[in-house]
């Protein structure tokens, strides 16, 4: 998937992808990670959500990445926030109080321009990516993070019958993934109303990733 893909997306305002409210799994399930209130939450891929005006209100400090300056622009005027603007690598930081938002390609963040992290949150991240590239992609978010608890969204459907972006990964990809390092456990699988894009029957899981022990 092409950088040029997602920022056509946004300029054309093709985001679908978008929930206008704050993903009932977060609210339901976040907590069970047991993050401290005032540690920082990692999104990656972020885009401009509105989980992240949840977690703030939550008590929690939010560090995100995300491809497009468009949707970290439109994020901090929906959160009212005027954002301070740094260079850091090859990404910019748009920082304002208990937000640090990395602007660029998610496989130039390292671990550095994170910071101490308390969990990972990423509903939009994984089933984002195209095949080829979500081994990578979870390598990457492991070693970035030191494998930190995380709160992950996934989708299971035909995958013949739609093409993604978002793509179906089912449960055996996700313990392929990160089974190695984490003990992984489903929280809640439901159906999305309608179907996925309105077309295709499709379950929505939330599963809890903890260090394996």
Known sequence: MEASFWHQKWERGDIGFHETEVNPLLIEHFEKLNPAKGSRVFLPLCGKTRDIAWLLACGYRVVGAELSELAVNELFKELGLEPEISKIGELARYSAKG???????????????????????????????????????????MNITGAAPQLLISY??????????????????????????????????????GGLKGKVD????????????
């Open 99 to 141: 937000i640090d938002i990395l602007v660029g390609d998610i496989f130039d963040v390292s671990a550095e321009y994170l910071g101490p992290l308390s969990a990972i949150y990423d509903r939009a991240a994984l089933v984002a990516l195209p095949a080829g590239i979500r081994e990578q992609y979870a390598l990457h978010l």
């Open 156 to 193: 299971e459907y035909n995958q013949l019958l739609m093409a993604g972006p978002p793509f179906s990964v089912n449960e055996h990809e996700v313990k392929q993934h990160y089974g190695s390092t984490y003990q992984l456990k489903p929280v809640e699988r439901k159906n999305v109303e």
């Open 202 to 213: 499709t379950i929505e899981i939330a599963w809890l990733l903890q260090k394996a022990k």
